[in-house]
């Protein structure tokens, strides 16, 4: 024989009945959608670790104070990514210069001034041949002590006759550098009136040039001579 079922008792088994099939069914493949979600109803403990990816960054998004010191190492910069105007002013110091890093191409025009040479930096080998004339050199600059000698160069005794001149020239041999030079008459004495220096003069910057002329009555002779830097 049958037992009557309330009303009540059947509503609370359909009730159970929908209820497993939202779990079960086309129900709980539901998703949450944004507009479900309140204002910062996400929080860090809802987030999985390592479950934001970088498409999750809006642009912008990571500015400097969310970046731990010491945390970017340099494989973690792109190539050419810090520029000139990312660095603050004397921010390069000489520490973080590596060694032999700055090139000729790298020092600009006119930048590497008198005080920035250590004493005796500048040896012979670094002036160009020509390099150092007149307007380059302060007075009483070079002295005896800066000359690595000098020596007399002579054209060898020229025979002047009574009543005539002659010349001659003296040359500073090859590498050396001519100071000055003259005319130096033998014997008779450079203060006989009798005898005259007529010319002497520079020929070219290794040469020296001189002509004298004999009126003492007798057969005399004279050297020119050069003096001249010896390289």
Known sequence: MFRSISRQSLALAVSAVALGAAFTGTAGAATISTDQLANKAVTSKKIKDRQVKRADLALDAVSSSRVKDGSLLTNDL???AITTPKLADD????AKIAND????AKIA???VTTAKLANNAVTTDKIAPDAVNASKLTANSVGSSELQ???FRNSGDVVVPNGESRSATANCLPGE????????????????VNIEMVHS??????????RGANQTGAEQTFQTYAVCLVG
């Not at 520079?202 to 001189?210: G, K």
């Open 78 to 80: 792109s190539d050419n």
């Open 91 to 94: 921010a390069v110091t000489t």
């Open 101 to 104: 890093a700055v090139t000729t």
């Open 109 to 111: 025009d006119q930048a």
């Open 149 to 151: 000698g000098t020596a």
């Open 177 to 192: 550098q001519m100071l000055a030079g003259g005319l130096h008459w033998n014997g008779a004495g450079n203060a006989d």
């Open 201 to 210: 003069y520079p020929l070219s910057s290794t040469s020296w040039f001189a």
